[in-house]
């Protein structure tokens, strides 16, 4: 079945330094959502990623949707404290019309 | 104020016994779902539901059971038959057969021993 395969699964960093999550496709993806979970929480919608190549800005944060909408990138730039938490990407494909695939999550714990 | 509640926050059973949690959404959202998040592993879809009186298994359905009677609640049921229930699950909604995003609930932490 279709999977989507996240790296990695943690990822520590100072104040201050730069993180990326990665998110790869088995399949073509129609398109793909970011959700971020709080410790303790619950996941939160981020963004949305539908055109092949789409790059879209939130403040620090760069989402990326590959040319063969296979993959995607989250990048974080200067991480500070309030970004910890775990990132999950999730894609849906063409052939199904309301499930989501969620990859295993990016826990990133950000060090003052 | 919209959203997704569930209930209770953390749940206590013993094996053997059959366990329902509680979603509910004011958002007027036609779909909904439930995850189960174990460490390590993400959110893995139990069961999903488009429309009322309808609703179709996910990659895990295995033990548990759910009903869609009313457009605003969807319950799960965590049968004794499912080996392993301890986890945190998620209850979410979105509108129907549309890339739109999920809204989810704050979860509940159920404990089988």
């Known amino acids: 079945g279709q999977q989507v395969m996240q790296i990695p699964q943690y990822q520590h960093v100072q104040e201050g330094e730069d993180f990326t999550t990665y998110c790869n496709s088995s399949t073509t993806l129609s398109n793909i959502q970011w959700y971020k979970q709080r410790p303790g929480g619950h996941p939160v919608f981020l963004i949305q990623?539908?055109?092949?190549?789409e790059v879209k800005k939130q403040k620090r944060l760069t989402f990326q949707f590959g040319e063969a909408k296979k993959n995607s990138s989250l990048h974080i730039t200067a991480t500070q404290t309030t970004d910890v938490g775990t990132y999950f990407c999730a894609g849906r494909n063409s052939s199904n019309t309301g499930k989501l695939i969620f990859g295993q999550g990016t826990t990133l714990q950000v060090k003052p | 104020d919209g959203g997704i509640t569930q209930s209770p926050k953390y749940l206590f059973r013993k094996e053997g016994q059959n366990v329902t949690l509680s979603c509910e959404q004011n958002?007027?959202?036609?779909?909904m779902y439930w995850y189960r998040q174990d460490p390590g592993q993400g959110l893995r879809l139990i069961y999903y539901s488009q429309i009322v009186n309808d609703f179709q298994k996910g990659d895990i359905a295995e033990g548990y059971s759910v009903s869609r009677e009313k457009k605003e609640s969807f319950p799960l049921t965590v049968t004794s038959a499912q080996k392993n229930p301890t986890a945190f699950y998620l209850c979410?909604?979105?509108?129907?057969?549309?890339?739109?995003?999920?809204?989810f609930g704050p979860g509940t932490r159920l404990t089988v021993t």
């Open positions: 958002l007027n959202h036609d779909a």
């Open positions: 979410a909604s979105s509108m129907p057969y549309r890339p739109y995003e999920q809204y």
């Open positions: 990623l539908v055109k092949s190549g």
